[in-house]
């Protein structure tokens, strides 16, 4: 057997066993009360995500791709309308611009922190500029209040897709400290199952401190309706299943514990790698703390594709997050703008690779990860 058999990028099947009873519990509680759309749960799990989060509205939806088109949707945008997204991301962040008859506008990014910066936002602004989607990639909040500010100055709205940092904690120049998906207009949020806090299906969520947003986004994810069979605007049917937010619920209270886990496993690869030449590792910003939603290395010479052939040689899985920017997307050649050069996101889609990362990651894990690394040739 090769020595890497066991291991795995995410371990949902370890991280089960440990909150075994409980979720069992909780799923057949809902079996049993056969509320299996919009039950108990749901509102109960929206309402601990807010005491969590400090958002002062959590609206849950089917998943992270229908949060952020819902909350494009309750923003009002209009078609031909500008929407700046960075290059290197997910294409949902995306996406959804372009399902709506908006005009992605893509962005570089930093190669540090593979985030967007104002610098990238500020040379696509234009008169049709409507809205921004910072994408707190890989873990780590973009730097916000710089973002924030800009889009103040110019009556832009915000979007943060905080699909992968939920949990993730922005500090600002005067010492407030903000969740990741609390500072815009709205945050969205997927609960994807490998997400850092993912339920066993899909599942997403919308947050904002706007009360009139929020109220637009509840009617949209409800078929546009706030009476039932009264629709004042076309909306879609985007609910979270009652089972997954029961699921959900139990996993919140463990979602510190777990990134944690996730940033005490980055700390340990970069501690063990660090004399290794030839990789470069994910930058810490002081602003933000980091849930490592992704571990992403930067191999440099070209040698990214022949590590993770190296890797897989025994048994070690590693991923390419992401393998083409959106430039390079066929589904936006025809839709998208881009401004500047989008280099360093080309870049990064040759040069990235993604090590094993999930809470149940022991040492003895790492270490095998970590030796076979060490003897690849750069
Ligand atoms: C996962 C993800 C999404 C979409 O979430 P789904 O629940 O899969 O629709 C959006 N943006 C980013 C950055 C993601 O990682």
Redesign the pocket.
Known sequence: MKIGMKLQMVDLQGQYQRIKNEIDASIKNVIESAAFINGTPVKEFARHLEEFTGAKHVIPCA??????QIALMALNLKPGDEVIVPAF??V??AEVIGLLGLIPVMVDVDPGTFNVTLKNIERALTSRTRAIIP?H?FGQSCDMEAILDFAQQHDLFIVE?N??AIGAIYSFRNGKRSQTGTMGDFG?T???PS?NLGCYG???ALMTNNDVLADRARMIANHGQKVKYHHEVIGCNSRLDTIQAAILDVKLKYLNEYNLARNEAARYYTIQLKDVEGIVFPEEKAYSTHVY?QYTLKVEGGKRDTLKKFLEEDGIPSMIYYPLPLQEQEAFRKIARSTGDLTESSRLASSVLSLPMHTELTREQQDIVIDRVKKFIF
């Open positions: 998943n992270g791709t229908d949060a952020l991301t997910y949902a962040s994408v990639l897709d699909a992968q969205c997927s609960f994807f997400k899909d599942g997403g939603h």
